[in-house]
T-cell receptor
Framework: EAQVTQNPRYLITVTGKKLTVTCSQNMNHEYMSWYRQDPGLGLRQIYYSMNVEVTDKGDVPEGYKVSRKEKRNFPLILESPSPNQTSLYFC???????????????FGNGTRLTVT | KQEVTQIPAALSVPEGENLVLNCSFTDSAIYNLQWFRQDPGKGLTSLLLIQSSQREQTSGRLNASLDKSSGRSTLYIAASQPGDSATYLCKTSGSRLTFGEGTQLTVNP
């Protein structure tokens, strides 16, 4: 089944403790991205990647890191989480390099992160 | 910078009613517009994708239209059902991907 898989679904952590949220897709998509969703602010893009070893900042990249060493995986790293990073996070992927803007965006089921 | 607006923020209708959800955007230089459905606490499910060269797309009871010149898209839902209750979001693809904040739809039995 074609899907985007995020883990974990729920995560509670403390300020400053490094964490990684994993994202994997099995559709051979070249474009992958991370979003956070907050009430009243909607979905905001954190980082995106057009291909292996190519990553770019989205609208709210501060406090986050990503890597794209393999085509299928795009982990989101919080080196020193803070309470303002408490949010619902989504990973998404689409198409190929030349069609990423013309292909549907497929989302994972989300990771609800709480930082205390 | 692209701005995407969805009005109303919430909508409640009786079962069986035909309804229209609106999405407006400020920058008409888009590649496509995509409509999603999001159930509480879940991810976004793609409903329809309209390319910039297209005027509309249909899938079952759903019909999405796109008017780039006026910066508007509509999602028409025919014969609404309680199972259609969800938040509906639109997204434009241009130099950036930009999402609206969504319309929360409740269909009452």
């Amino acid at each position: 089944e074609a899907q985007v898989t995020q883990n974990p679904r729920y995560l509670i952590t403390v300020t400053g403790k490094k964490l990684t949220v994993t994202c994997s897709q099995n559709m051979n998509h070249e474009y992958m991205s991370w979003y956070r969703q907050d009430p009243g602010l909607g979905l905001r893009q954190i980082y995106y990647s057009m291909n292996v070893e190519v990553t770019d900042k989205g609208d709210v990249p501060e406090g986050y890191k990503v890597s794209r060493k393999e085509k299928r995986n795009f982990p989101l790293i919080l080196e020193s989480p803070s309470p303002n990073q408490t949010s619902l996070y989504f990973c998404a992927s689409s198409g190929g390099y030349t069609s990423s803007y013309n292909s549907p965006l497929h989302f994972g089921n989300g990771t609800r992160l709480t930082v205390t | 910078k692209q701005e995407v607006t969805q009005i109303p923020a919430a909508l409640s209708v009786p079962e069986g009613e035909n309804l229209v959800l609106n999405c407006s955007f400020t920058d008409s230089a888009i590649y496509n517009l995509q409509w999603f459905r999001q159930d509480p606490g879940k991810g976004l499910t793609s409903l329809l994708l309209i390319q910039s060269s297209q005027r509309e797309q249909t899938s079952g009871r759903l019909n999405a239209s796109l008017d780039k010149s006026s910066g508007r898209s509509t999602l028409y839902i025919a014969a609404s059902q309680p199972g259609d209750s969800a938040t509906y979001l639109c997204k434009t693809s241009g130099s950036r991907l930009t999402f609206g904040e969504g319309t929360q739809l409740t269909v009452n039995p």
